[in-house]
């Protein structure tokens, strides 16, 4: 056995553990000057096209307590649909970054996302997904990150054609992944790790 | 539409609960996970450009450092070569690395060790793979240190690594390792990965080759991230 062969297989995740805000939001976890702004701390500008929203929630673990070392990242696409500089529908909107990472509040542990509404993005088949956005979270304790999405709870007649909302077979679980309106453009989002009503994690 | 990405190989990545490693215990989901092929929306990411960086932000030693001076310890280079599953350099991946000082001690307000902080060391560091997609950073090499999570655990020496590759789907988080250090076959963390192979994969050989004289040792630490499948012939299932 070499040392750091992988063999063709992806490198073994490991968890990100208790300080991955030095690494991540190095401003945030109090570490000034070594770059001047953390990453995918603004997502929009004044000319972001699109309906500005706010999006909030917590990292629950198994006990109900709120997690406050976790980071939360989010990826979503433009107004337009169009996910970022890579996507070969190409350009997306020059005022809109499409990544978000919070590190949370440092006592609450409440995330807090400003973006805005995500176009819908095509299937596999050419139909189109339910609006929604990308989420992945890391925290001491997870050894592999999760991936999972948020969706719009006012998008009910495109949830019940929505290629990825259709495979669950657990139909009482889909409200885990449906954000709660908190009126105009505020949304909730918390996401269970546990119990009785644990969000969907997705194996992509 | 290009093939989707390979399938994450959930006999070689580490489980969920891994109650050695005592927090998992709480923070794991029991239900399992939804499969689905990845669509758009985890085929594409944020890009990142070598213009993002500032001069320092790839030399620990000196990034955090007051005009003059450096960070205490070992230096090291670390470098590598970020490639996908199917062996082809992945150019403009961000890697983010943070990583205890010499004395084994973070510089953070929920930190602590009774290791001094290092007044020259912040402990975190970045840079963008190469159009072949090697990379390379200094730093000093971190310490051991000691844990609460069982009544005598020790983590090995480690370098924390964040990566993106082009995809969503290739995020990674993982943790190098150091050639040699007899804590490794001992972390509970570390342990969390079952097969042993896989545990090897994230241990760093010493790279005489690239060792600087009289200055600084290096380590190689290569690393992988997903790849697409290679078929041209896309099984499309019905109704999908």
Partial sequence: ?????????????????????????????????????????????????????????????????????????????????????????????????????????????????????????????????????????????????????????????????????????????????????????????????????ETIFFDI | MKPGFIARNRDWQPPALTPRYKTSITRSPQRALLSFPTTLSEETGPVFGHDMLGPLDNDLIHNFAADGASAIGPRIIVHGHVRDQNGRGVPNALIEVWQANAGGRYRHRKEGYIAPLDPNFGGCGRTVTDENGRYEFRTIQPGAYPWPNGPNDWRPAHIHFSLFGGAFAQRLITQMYFQGDPLIPLCPILGSVGDPAAVNALVAPLDMAMTVPMDARAYRFDITLRGRRQTAFENRQEGL
């Fill in chain 1, 1 to 197: 056995m070499d040392l750091n062969d992988t063999n063709g297989q992806e490198s073994p995740s490991q968890t990100a553990g208790p300080y991955v805000h030095i690494g991540c939001t190095p401003n945030a976890s109090g570490i000034k000057g070594v770059w001047a702004q953390d990453l995918g701390s603004a997502m929009v500008d004044k000319d972001t096209s699109g309906d500005r929203i706010t999006i909030r929630g917590s990292v629950i673990d198994g006990t109900g307590a709120a997690l406050t070392d976790t980071l939360v990242e989010i990826w979503q696409a433009d107004a337009g649909g169009i996910c970022g500089a890579n996507d070969p529908r190409g350009p997306g909107d020059p005022h809109f970054s499409g990544f978000g990472r919070s590190a949370g509040d440092m006592e609450t542990g409440e995330f807090r996302f400003d973006t805005i509404r995500p176009g819908p993005v095509p299937s596999r088949d050419g139909g189109l997904q339910a609006p929604h956005i990308t989420f992945w979270i890391v925290a001491r304790g997870i050894n592999t990150g999760l991936h999972t999405r948020l969706y719009f709870p006012e998008d009910t007649a495109a949830h019940a054609n929505d290629p990825i909302l259709s495979r669950i077979e657990h139909r009482s679980r889909i409200p885990t992944l449906i954000a709660k309106s908190e009126g105009a453009g505020v949304y909730r989002f918390d996401i269970r790790l546990q119990g009785e009503d």
